[in-house]
C-alpha cells in the first residue's frame, strides 16, 4: 500500500468511526431522556442500566447504520480532499481514477467484514441479553398468542387455543394424527408445557382417542410427558425471534418451518438475506459518495452532503418500501430485500463512469 493509499484509507475509516460514534452517543441520550423515568419506576440499579441495558443496546445500533454512515463519511473526507485540490493534485500525478478505487473499496472490505461480524455474532448475542433484561426488569404483563395451528409432521396437525410466551405454556391444546379419510389419532390437554431441562412436552389433564376400522380407544389421564416435532418458538409467531439467532440457526430454522407449514418462514428469510444484503451494500455506499463528492464544488462540502444524505435516505425509504411489499404482498422475500441494493448498484456504476477523471 503506498503513502497516498495509507493517507485515503486512514481518513476513511478515521471519518467513519468518528461519525458512527457520534450518532451512537446522540442515539443513547435521546434514548435515556425517554427512558429515565421507566428505569427508576421499575427501580433497576443504574449499574445494570449501564451494564445489562446500553452495553446491548449500542451494538444493534452500531450495525444498523454501518452503510449509511460508510456513505457519509466518504462523502465527507472526499469532499474535503476535493475542495483543498488534493483530488486534483494526486490525478494530475498520474494516478489513474479507478486506480484510487483501491483504497476506498480496501475500506470498504474492513468495514464490511465488521458488520458480518456484528451481525452474525455480537448483535444476536446482544439482542439476546436484551430481550431478557427486558422481560426480568421491564416487564409487568406477558406477551400470548392465539388461535395457532401448525403442521407437526406431513399428516399430523397441533392446535394450541393460547400460548403464553414467557412461561412456555399453552392452553387447549390438540393434536391429530391423519389417515386417508379419518382421524386416526387424536390427543387433547387442558394445559401444555414445555420443559427446557428435558426437551420434552408435558400435558396436563389430558384426553387420548385411538379410532381403528373396528372401533375407538379412550384413554385419559392427569399428566403425560411426549415430544412433537415443534419448539416453543414455533408457538410464539415471533417475527423478531430471529434477531436473536446466528446466521447457522436462521437457515436450520427455514428448513424446519417450511417442513411444518408455520408460515414464519418469509421473516427468518428476510433476515438472512438483510444480513448479507447490509454488508455488501457497504462497497454501493463507498462507491456512490466517492461519485458524488469527487466533484469539485465551489460551494463546499455542504452542497455534497445535501445530495448525499437524500440519496442515503431515498435508499433507506426503498429497503422500507420493499420490506413491506414482502411482508404484505406477492413480492419474493429474497428478492425485496436485495432490490435496493441491486437498484442502487445500476445507480453507482452510472455515476462513477459518468463522474470527473
Known sequence: ?????????????????????????????????????????????????????????????????????????????????????????????????????????????????????????????????????????????????????????????????????????????????LSSNFVKYRLTANEIVYDDSLKVWKLYRYAKRITTHTGELLYSGASMDTVFNIIPLDLSQDDKACEVMTFRDILQYIREDKDKGGGMSKYYIMEAHKRIANSLGVFIMTLLGLSVASRKNRRGVGVHLFFGIALAFTFVFLQQVSKVFSVYGGLSPALGIWIPNILYAFICFFMIRTCQK
Open 1 to 177: 500500500m503506498k503513502i497516498v493509499d495509507r493517507y485515503i484509507f486512514t481518513k476513511f475509516l478515521g471519518a467513519f468511526f468518528y461519525a458512527i460514534a457520534l450518532l451512537v452517543v446522540i442515539i443513547v441520550v435521546f434514548d435515556f431522556a425517554e427512558n429515565v423515568g421507566r428505569f427508576m419506576d421499575y427501580k433497576i440499579p443504574w449499574k445494570d442500566v449501564v451494564i445489562k441495558y446500553y452495553f446491548n443496546f449500542i451494538p444493534h445500533f452500531f450495525n444498523l447504520f454501518i452503510p449509511l454512515f460508510a456513505f457519509i463519511s466518504t462523502i465527507w473526507f472526499t469532499s474535503k480532499l476535493s475542495s483543498n485540490n488534493e483530488f486534483v493534485a494526486i490525478l494530475s500525478g498520474g494516478v489513474n481514477f479507478y486506480r484510487m478505487l483501491v483504497p476506498y473499496l480496501t475500506g470498504a472490505l474492513c468495514i464490511a467484514l465488521l458488520s458480518i461480524f456484528m451481525s452474525n455474532v455480537v448483535v444476536p448475542r446482544a439482542n439476546y441479553n436484551m430481550q431478557f433484561f427486558k422481560n426480568k426488569q421491564m416487564s409487568r404483563w406477558t406477551r400470548t398468542t392465539s388461535n395457532l395451528h401448525i403442521r407437526n409432521s406431513s399428516n399430523s396437525y397441533i392446535y394450541v387455543d393460547r400460548w403464553n410466551v414467557a412461561e412456555k405454556k399453552g392452553y387447549l391444546f390438540c393434536y391429530d394424527e
